[in-house]
């Protein structure tokens, strides 16, 4: 949206942590593939072993290969950022009103909820 010049302020419905969760969750996800490399390659009670090591880390080329091959048998290529569709489907919302809506609905809120 920055790339092709929008706002976040544009959309009616936005993430808690917006980008940053995605980071987070980014991260996340490499934080758990280096610990299942760590785990395939020094492994907690058993030795070593090629199979061993194979056996876990079997998910890491098939999801490589899987996604590949779709992009070959598909003939699809990258997206740059500049050419997404960001409008078509897009849900056309008094985005004004909206937020004055849940301002006054966030006016009325307990402390509790607050």
Avoid: H
């Avoid at 299942?36 to 194979?54: C, G, W, Y």
């Amino acid at each position: 949206m920055k790339v092709q010049g929008y706002k976040l302020d544009d959309l009616p419905f936005t993430a808690i942590f917006g980008v940053y969760g995605s980071y987070i969750g980014l991260s996340m996800n490499i934080l758990c593939v280096l610990a299942q490399l760590f785990i395939s390659i020094s492994p907690v009670k058993d030795p070593f072993t090629a199979e061993n090591f194979f056996t876990n880390m079997l998910a890491a080329p098939i999801v490589l290969v899987l996604y590949l091959g779709w992009k070959v048998y598909k003939g699809t290529s990258v997206v740059k950022a500049t050419e997404i569709d960001l409008i078509t489907g897009r849900r056309d919302v008094d985005l004004a009103a909206l937020k004055r809506e849940e301002m006054e609905e966030r006016a009325n809120w307990s402390i509790f909820k607050k």
